[in-house]
């Protein structure tokens, strides 16, 4: 599936892969701003079960590497940067492990290869977020505009399954040869060690752990975020 893209700017393309419930355009604003100014051609898909990107979303990642490739191709792009956080996160390493003669780097944030010590108790606390979220008729309303045909409560919902984050698959950092980017904040604790579990399975990968950042680094601190992404790019 051909995804709906917002583009800013024009020169070497760079992918940049919203977190769940968010779309393209409602995210990386600034980071967008910033790389296009510099001489970027920045792409930023509504994954598909967000915003204008109609379709089912069972079998999300596996569905969602496939609907990157065909966008970018679609596009016109034979090579491009991608970088995501959450499961924009997810869907960059496992875009440039499937297709890496499309990808020239990925940098991901907010993701982890193991479920850790606390999931379950994270898992309740997701829910219980969640349903918080149904339940307050201003942002449902918002969301229901953002989203337009989407069904993002049921959306929602469906990232807090037991099978839906894939960590066994997120290991594969582990034999990648593209150059690789993890940016983790420093306030929660598990993404901390994510990222040391991340650097322990790819020794060669670039990490930075950005203080008074939680789990999206990029709206934490977009100024040193926009820095550091646009340098790893321009250095490879």
Not at 71 to 87: D, M, N, P, R
Not at 156 to 167: A, M, R
């Amino acid at each position: 599936m051909i995804l709906h893209t917002t583009e800013e700017g024009q020169g070497t393309a760079i992918v940049l892969l919203h977190s769940g419930g968010m779309t393209g355009d409602s995210e990386y604003e600034e980071q967008s701003s910033y790389l296009a100014e510099r001489g970027y051609r920045v792409i930023r898909p509504d994954l598909r079960g967000h915003g204008k990107s109609v379709g089912p979303f069972d079998q999300f990642f596996n569905r969602t590497v496939e609907d990157l490739k065909e966008t970018v191709l679609h596009l016109g792009i034979e090579k491009c940067h991608v970088a995501g956080v959450s499961i924009g996160g997810v869907a960059a390493v496992l875009f440039a492990k499937r297709y890496p003669e499309l990808v020239v780097s990925a940098t991901f944030s907010g993701i982890s290869p193991t479920m850790g010590e606390d999931y379950s108790e994270r898992l309740q606390e997701e829910q219980a977020h969640y349903e918080t979220l149904f339940k307050d008729e201003e942002i449902s309303r918002i969301l229901t505009e953002l989203h337009t045909d989407n069904d993002w409560k049921a959306l929602l919902t469906s990232f807090n399954t037991s099978d839906f984050y894939p960590y066994e698959q997120l290991k594969s950092v582990a034999s990648m040869e593209t150059p690789i980017f993890c940016i983790m904040g420093d306030e929660l604790l598990h993404e901390v060690e994510a990222a040391a579990e991340f650097k322990r399975l790819q020794p060669a990968m670039q990490l930075v752990i950005l203080p008074s950042a939680g789990h999206l680094v990029h709206r934490d601190q977009p100024e040193l975020y926009s820095l550091l992404i646009e340098k790893f790019i321009r250095e490879i």
